[in-house]
Nanobody, 121 residues
Framework: QVQLVESGGGLVQPGESLRLSCAAS????????MGWYHQAPGKERELVAI???????NYADSVKGRFTISRDNAKKTVYLHMNDLKPEDTAVYYC???????????????WGQGIQVTVSS
């Protein structure tokens, strides 16, 4: 069974940095786009950043210049480097990946369980 497991969240002060990681595991044949979304209390889940299998990236305007998404295809892992964090970045961050499982016939959208990032002084 395919799983996405996030790590690296926590509580930081404004201006500090964090790195989130998300590792895909299971019987995986291929991974297309990987990405990060976040959901603040009372708000809808929003795109933060995505990266294609060839390394093309796209970011939400609110994080451009501060966050960097990267991936290690051999490790089936996507990272989100977050610099100059602001209180408004506080949210649950979810990993997302479009994966073809060994037992599947098409690519399917998978989500991680979510990880809390809190930015507060």
């Amino acid at each position: 069974q395919v799983q996405l497991v996030e790590s690296g969240g926590g509580l930081v002060q404004p201006g500090e940095s964090l790195r989130l990681s998300c590792a895909a595991s299971g019987s995986i044949v291929g991974i297309r786009t990987m990405g990060w979304y976040h959901q603040a209390p009372g708000k809808e889940r929003e795109l933060v950043a995505i990266i294609t299998s060839s390394g093309i990236t796209n970011y939400a305007d609110s994080v451009k210049g501060r966050f960097t998404i990267s991936r290690d295809n051999a490790k089936k892992t996507v990272y989100l480097h977050m610099n100059d964090l602001k209180p408004e970045d506080t949210a649950v961050y979810y990993c997302n990946a479009v994966i073809l499982a060994a037992y599947g016939s098409s690519y399917v959208n998978y989500w991680g369980q979510g990880i809390q990032v809190t930015v507060s002084s």
